[in-house]
């Protein structure tokens, strides 16, 4: 099993930067692809980014390609979200998630979920 816990939002004005961190309890971190969705309210879970076991594949939204980007520290058991050119339409509730299968953008095949950090962009 796997506990994740996000960490790094809050408020920045549009066209500022955020990153946003989870950190992963467990020995077995590595065997997980890890994933970032996003939650407006009254809109469904969608996804943001993923990277692989190894770190070697990342695949992103269109919608933040470009501006966002994902990374892992297998060592330290983190893996990391820099935001850069933010958005107001970036508001939402941001979830770090682990999958023991397939890499995927589908919510539905992640394992475990964190409990999500708020990111709010003015405009």
């Known amino acids: 099993q796997v506990q994740l816990v996000e960490s790094g939002g809050g408020l920045v004005q549009a066209g500022g930067s955020l990153r946003l961190s989870c950190a992963a309890s467990g020995r077995t971190f590595s065997s997980y692809n890890m994933g970032w969705f996003r939650q407006a309210p009254g809109k469904e879970r969608e996804f943001v980014a993923t990277?692989?076991?190894?770190?070697?594949?990342?695949y992103y939204a269109d919608s933040v390609k470009g501006r966002f980007t994902i990374s892992r520290d297998n060592a330290k058991n983190t893996v990391d979200l820099q935001m850069n050119n933010l958005k107001p339409e970036d508001t939402a509730v941001y979830y770090c998630a682990a999958d023991a299968g397939l890499l995927s953008k589908q919510p539905s095949r992640y394992d475990y979920w964190g409990q999500g950090t708020q990111v709010t962009v003015s405009s």
């Open positions: 990277i692989s076991r190894s770190g070697g594949n990342t």
